[in-house]
């Protein structure tokens, strides 16, 4: 166990629907970084957050969008889904903003059909 | 940004030595990473190694990293059926202020009885 949660564990939704992720980092870890890991693209760094502020972008759409919230937890909003959006959604979390190991979540595995 | 490759798959019998390699491309890379995924879970932190060590031994795990042609390899010895999963590479992004990891597609690790 990473003690970084992930909620929900699954997810089934159709297509132009909207659904929110949810991660909780490692107690002490200020930063969260959110992945995406489909068949075809491998795994994907799509946004960092710091204490709260964005820090980093990936490879990350437009109609995805993610936050940090003051007790550190984060969510990742997929709003507009398509069928490739389905995949597995990794969140980690690390002590500081880089030289940090990151430590990973159990992941929220989408379908959108 | 930094590649990093693998070879997909590798097969071994229970009691033998496992080797996965990667390749990197890009040398800033402070540190990297080995990551172990089973089947239908997150992703574990195996083992990690500093761009200035030249191997790391943890257990059955061994690192070798050979900084001039930039290949990196996991060493399993002993290897037992609850070793099989995927093992990923990953270099993390140390040259600017981003902390995001590069990840290689993955080594599918099958131990045989």
């Known amino acids: 166990d990473s003690g970084v949660t992930q909620t929900p564990k699954h997810l089934i939704t159709a297509t132009g629907q909207r659904v929110t992720l949810r991660c909780s980092p490692r107690?002490?870890?200020?930063?969260v970084y959110w992945y995406q890991q489909s068949l075809d693209q491998g795994l994907q760094f799509l946004i960092q957050?710091?204490?709260?502020?964005?820090?980093a972008k990936g490879n990350i759409l437009e109609r995805f969008s993610a936050q940090q919230f003051p007790d550190l937890h984060s969510e990742l909003n997929l709003s507009s889904l398509e069928l490739g959006d389905s995949a597995l959604y990794f969140c980690?979390?690390?002590?500081?903003?880089?030289?940090?190991?990151?430590?990973f979540g159990p992941g929220t595995r989408l379908l959108v059909l | 940004g930094e590649d990093v490759e693998q070879s997909l798959f590798l097969s071994v019998r229970e009691g033998d030595s496992s080797v996965i390699n990667c390749t990197y491309t890009?040398?800033?890379?402070?540190?990297l990473y080995w990551y172990k995924q089973e089947p239908g879970a997150g992703l574990q932190l195996l083992t990690y190694?500093?761009?200035?060590?030249d191997m790391k031994q943890d257990q059955r795990l061994t690192v070798l990293l050979n900084k001039k042609d930039k290949h990196l390899s996991l060493r399993i010895a002993d290897t037992q059926t609850g070793d099989s999963a995927i093992y990923f590479c990953?270099?993390?992004?140390?040259?600017?202020?981003?902390?995001?990891?590069?990840f290689g597609r993955g080594t599918q690790l099958t131990v045989w009885p």
């Open positions: 980690a979390s690390s002590v500081g903003l880089t030289e940090e190991t990151q430590y």
């Open positions: 107690s002490g870890d200020l930063s």
């Open positions: 957050y710091y204490n709260g502020e964005e820090r």
């Open positions: 890009d040398s800033s890379s402070t540190y």
């Open positions: 190694i500093f761009s200035n060590m």
């Open positions: 990953a270099g993390a992004d140390r040259g600017s202020t981003l902390g995001r990891l590069y």
